[in-house]
């Protein structure tokens, strides 16, 4: 971060005059919003997409179509398959997999939500940090999605149960 945060600081004086709001300036789309965050030294795709994803939630600002993706993480994934959203890959732990399964959520997110695939993002990420736990029991009787969830890949034979 030491590095990082001076290099975004030189990119913004030098590419946006010193003004970080010209980023997302008027008529800008949310996929080219995307793009310049990804042109930050140490910024990802799963950063780029969440940080447009933020503020178009919850700074309100006004994008284009097409609009971010949603954000590549593991506790979405996690939500995504256990509500039957997203068919699991069993057949391979190697990373290409990992990689594989990533890239289908993305594409899942836009077939469900066109408009705007990244509003998808932070109810999954909710689902999975407060309620639909990896590393130990889910709390289904809490979780709002318990009276439909389908609880794919949790049975009572699991180390983990079903949380009901
Ligand atoms: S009902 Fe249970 S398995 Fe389904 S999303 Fe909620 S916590 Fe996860």
């Known amino acids: 971060?030491?590095?990082?945060?001076?290099?975004?600081?030189?990119?913004?004086?030098?590419r946006y005059g010193g003004?970080?709001?010209?980023i997302w300036?008027?008529?800008?789309?949310?996929?080219?919003?995307?793009r310049r965050f990804l042109a930050f030294d140490g910024v990802g795709p799963?950063?780029?997409?969440?940080?447009?994803?933020?503020l178009i939630r919850d700074f309100h600002i006004g994008l284009a179509t097409p609009m971010p993706d949603i954000a590549v993480?593991?506790?979405v994934l996690r939500v995504?398959?256990?509500?039957?959203?997203?068919?699991r890959l069993e057949h391979s732990q190697l990373r290409s997999t990992r990689d594989k399964q990533g890239l289908r959520l993305q594409l899942r997110a836009r077939e469900l939500s066109p408009e705007w695939p990244g509003e998808l993002d932070w109810p999954a990420w909710h689902l999975g940090t407060k309620w639909c736990h990896a590393g130990r029991a889910p709390e289904c009787g809490e979780c709002y999605m318990?009276?439909?969830c389908p609880r794919v890949g949790l049975s009572l034979d699991s180390p983990y149960g079903s949380g009901t």
């Open 25 to 34: 300036a008027d008529g800008s789309s949310g996929a080219a919003v995307a």
């Open 146 to 148: 318990g009276e439909v």
């Open 19 to 22: 003004d970080a709001s010209r």
């Open 80 to 87: 995504f398959e256990r509500l039957g959203l997203l068919d």
């Open 73 to 75: 993480d593991t506790h």
């Open 46 to 54: 799963k950063i780029a997409n969440m940080a447009v994803n933020i």
């Open 1 to 14: 971060m030491a590095r990082l945060l001076p290099a975004a600081l030189r990119h913004i004086a030098d």
